[in-house]
C-alpha cells in the first residue's frame, strides 16, 4: 500500500482508481487521499440523504493477540475492554501518564482473545509504539497490521439497503458498534456498523488486493440509490455536524478526556491500573469542582466562516477559541466548535462572538451535536 519513493506520501491500494474518478488529491497525515471528487457540499448531501462511498484506507489497524491481550489492552487504554463482548466494538482512548489525551480509538473484539485496536492516520505510529512498550511483562503481541488492511465506509440512509444487495450477512441483527466477518461482493470482509458522519453506515475491512472489486461492485449496487464517492473534505463537514471530535483539533496530548467533555470513556472501576489513572483522577476532581472550558457549538448569524484557532470573545474579552469550524451544508450556516469558559457555555448564552480578522462576528452557541439523524 506505500510508495517506494520515502520523501512521498503513501499511497492506499486504490489511488490510481481515485486519480481515474477526477479526486483532488491531498497529503494527510502522511498518505495521498481523495480530498473531493467534486462539488464537497453534493458530497455532503449525499450521505446525509442518500449515500456515500469513502476510502479509509489511512487509518491504522494494530492487532493484539494473546492470553493476556485484554488484560493489557485495560492496562494501556483508559477503557474497561474486559466488558466488550465478542464481534461489538468500543470507543475509548490512549492517554500518557500525566493523563493527556495519545488518540482516541475503536477497539473491536475479533475472537475470544484477539483484538483490532482502529487508530488515527497521523497517531497510528505513536499507538504502536504505546501499545508494544506497555506490552512488556504481557503474555500478548501487538502486531501492526495497517499494510493487511483496506478500509471502505459506505454511509447513509441508503447504506443498508446498498450493502444488503452484497452480502448474506445478518445486517438487521448487527447492531452499532459491532462487528462480523462476512462476504460481500464475493470479497471476505469484518463489516463493522460505526462511523464517523452521523448517518447509519458500515466499515468494511478487507484485502488491500480486494479493495477495488469491492469498491466496484458498492458503485454498481449503490446506483440507483443515490450513491456518489465522497471525499475526506466532507467527511470533515458531516462529523462537525454531527459534533464529533477530531484529533489535533478537540484533542490533543495537552487536553484529558475530562477537559475534552469525555471523561465518560475513563473506567476507574476497572480491575487492575492503567496508564494515567492517577493523573486522570486528578482530573476528574479538577472538573467537578471547577469546570475547565466546555466543548460547545457556535452558530454564525452572518455569513463569514470561523476557522481553527480564532479567538471566541465576549465583553471584549477572549473566552475561548475554536477548534473547527466550516460552513454547515445541512444548516446553511457558518458553525464551529469552540471550548470556551464555562460561564459562557449554556445554550443561548448571549453576547458572544468569534474574532474573524478583527471584526467580532455575533455567534449562537447552542448544544452539541448540530444535527442528529431521525432514527
Same mark, same amino acid.
Given at each position: 500500500?506505500?510508495?517506494?519513493?520515502?520523501?512521498?506520501?503513501?499511497?492506499?491500494?486504490?489511488?490510481?482508481?481515485?486519480?481515474?474518478?477526477?479526486?483532488?488529491?491531498?497529503?494527510?497525515?502522511?498518505?495521498?487521499?481523495?480530498?473531493?471528487?467534486?462539488?464537497?457540499?453534493?458530497?455532503?448531501?449525499?450521505?446525509?440523504?442518500?449515500?456515500?462511498?469513502?476510502?479509509?484506507?489511512?487509518?491504522?489497524?494494530?492487532?493484539?493477540?494473546?492470553?493476556?491481550?485484554?488484560?493489557?489492552?485495560?492496562?494501556?487504554?483508559?477503557? $474497561?475492554?474486559?466488558?466488550?463482548?465478542?464481534?461489538?466494538?468500543?470507543?475509548?482512548?490512549?492517554?500518557?501518564?500525566?493523563?493527556?489525551?495519545?488518540?482516541?480509538?475503536?477497539?473491536?473484539?475479533?475472537?475470544?482473545?484477539?483484538?483490532?485496536?482502529?487508530?488515527?492516520?497521523? $497517531?497510528?505510529? /505513536?499507538?504502536?509504539?504505546?501499545?508494544?512498550?506497555?506490552?512488556? %511483562?504481557?503474555?500478548?503481541?501487538?502486531?501492526?497490521?495497517?499494510? $493487511?488492511?483496506?478500509?471502505?465506509?459506505?454511509?447513509?440512509?441508503?447504506?443498508?439497503?446498498?450493502?444488503?444487495?452484497?452480502?448474506?450477512?445478518?445486517?438487521?441483527?448487527?447492531?452499532?458498534?459491532?462487528?462480523?466477518?462476512?462476504?460481500?461482493?464475493?470479497?471476505?470482509?469484518?463489516?463493522?456498523?460505526?462511523?464517523?458522519?452521523?448517518?447509519? %453506515?458500515?466499515?468494511?475491512?478487507?484485502?488491500?488486493?480486494?479493495?477495488?472489486?469491492?469498491?466496484?461492485?458498492?458503485?454498481?449496487?449503490?446506483?440507483?440509490?443515490?450513491?456518489?464517492?465522497?471525499?475526506?473534505?466532507?467527511?470533515?463537514?458531516?462529523?462537525?455536524?454531527?459534533?464529533?471530535?477530531?484529533?489535533?483539533?478537540?484533542?490533543?496530548?495537552?487536553?484529558?478526556?475530562?477537559?475534552?467533555?469525555?471523561?465518560?470513556?475513563?473506567?476507574?472501576?476497572?480491575?487492575?491500573?492503567?496508564?494515567?489513572?492517577?493523573?486522570?483522577?486528578?482530573?476528574?476532581?479538577?472538573?467537578?469542582?471547577?469546570?475547565?472550558?466546555?466543548?460547545?457549538?457556535?452558530?454564525?448569524?452572518?455569513?463569514?466562516?470561523?476557522?481553527? %484557532?480564532?479567538? /471566541?470573545?465576549?465583553?471584549?474579552?477572549?473566552?475561548?477559541?475554536?477548534?473547527?469550524?466550516?460552513?454547515?451544508?445541512?444548516?446553511?450556516?457558518?458553525?464551529?466548535?469552540?471550548?470556551?469558559?464555562?460561564?459562557?457555555?449554556?445554550? %443561548?448564552?448571549?453576547?458572544?462572538?468569534?474574532?474573524?480578522?478583527?471584526?467580532?462576528?455575533?455567534?449562537?452557541?447552542?448544544?452539541?451535536?448540530?444535527?442528529?439523524?431521525?432514527?
Amino acid at each position: 500500500m506505500s510508495s517506494t519513493e520515502p520523501d512521498r506520501p503513501r499511497r492506499i491500494a486504490l489511488d490510481a482508481l481515485h486519480r481515474s474518478l477526477g479526486a483532488t488529491m491531498t497529503d494527510f497525515a502522511g498518505w495521498d487521499m481523495p480530498l473531493r471528487y467534486g462539488s464537497e457540499r453534493d458530497e455532503h448531501i449525499a450521505v446525509r440523504t442518500k449515500a456515500g462511498l469513502f476510502d479509509l484506507s489511512h487509518m491504522g489497524e494494530i492487532t493484539v493477540t494473546g492470553p493476556q491481550a485484554v488484560a493489557l489492552l485495560n492496562h494501556a487504554l483508559v477503557g $474497561n475492554i474486559a466488558t466488550v463482548g465478542l464481534g461489538r466494538a468500543r470507543y475509548t482512548m490512549i492517554c500518557r501518564a500525566d493523563g493527556g489525551i495519545l488518540d482516541d480509538l475503536i477497539v473491536y473484539r475479533l475472537g475470544e482473545t484477539e483484538y483490532m485496536v482502529v487508530a488515527n492516520a497521523s $497517531n497510528a505510529q /505513536v499507538v504502536l509504539d504505546a501499545l508494544t512498550e506497555r506490552a512488556a %511483562g504481557f503474555d500478548a503481541e501487538v502486531r501492526d497490521d495497517r499494510d $493487511n488492511y483496506a478500509l471502505l465506509a459506505v454511509q447513509g440512509p441508503e447504506s443498508a439497503g446498498i450493502l444488503k444487495s452484497l452480502t448474506d450477512a445478518d445486517l438487521e441483527g448487527l447492531k452499532y458498534y459491532a462487528g462480523l466477518p462476512g462476504t460481500v461482493a464475493g470479497v471476505p470482509a469484518l463489516i463493522a456498523r460505526t462511523g464517523y458522519t452521523g448517518e447509519d %453506515g458500515f466499515e468494511l475491512f478487507v484485502a488491500p488486493g480486494d479493495a477495488e472489486k469491492l469498491w466496484q461492485a458498492l458503485t454498481e449496487a449503490g446506483a440507483d440509490a443515490g450513491l456518489v464517492p465522497c471525499g475526506l473534505s466532507c467527511r470533515d463537514t458531516l462529523r462537525l455536524e454531527a459534533g464529533m471530535p477530531l484529533y489535533g483539533h478537540e484533542l490533543s496530548t495537552s487536553l484529558t478526556p475530562f477537559d475534552a467533555g469525555l471523561g465518560r470513556v475513563v473506567k476507574f472501576e476497572k480491575e487492575g491500573d492503567f496508564v494515567g489513572r492517577e493523573a486522570l483522577l486528578a482530573a476528574a476532581e479538577r472538573a467537578a469542582a471547577e469546570p475547565p472550558r466546555v466543548l460547545v457549538g457556535l452558530v454564525a448569524e452572518g455569513r463569514r466562516v470561523p476557522r481553527a %484557532g480564532y479567538a /471566541v470573545v465576549a465583553g471584549g474579552e477572549v473566552i475561548g477559541e475554536v477548534t473547527s469550524g466550516a460552513p454547515s451544508p445541512t444548516l446553511g450556516k457558518p458553525i464551529a466548535m469552540a471550548y470556551v469558559d464555562a460561564a459562557h457555555a449554556a445554550p %443561548g448564552t448571549a453576547g458572544v462572538g468569534v474574532d474573524i480578522r478583527g471584526n467580532h462576528e455575533p455567534y449562537e452557541v447552542v448544544a452539541l451535536p448540530f444535527y442528529k439523524r431521525q432514527k
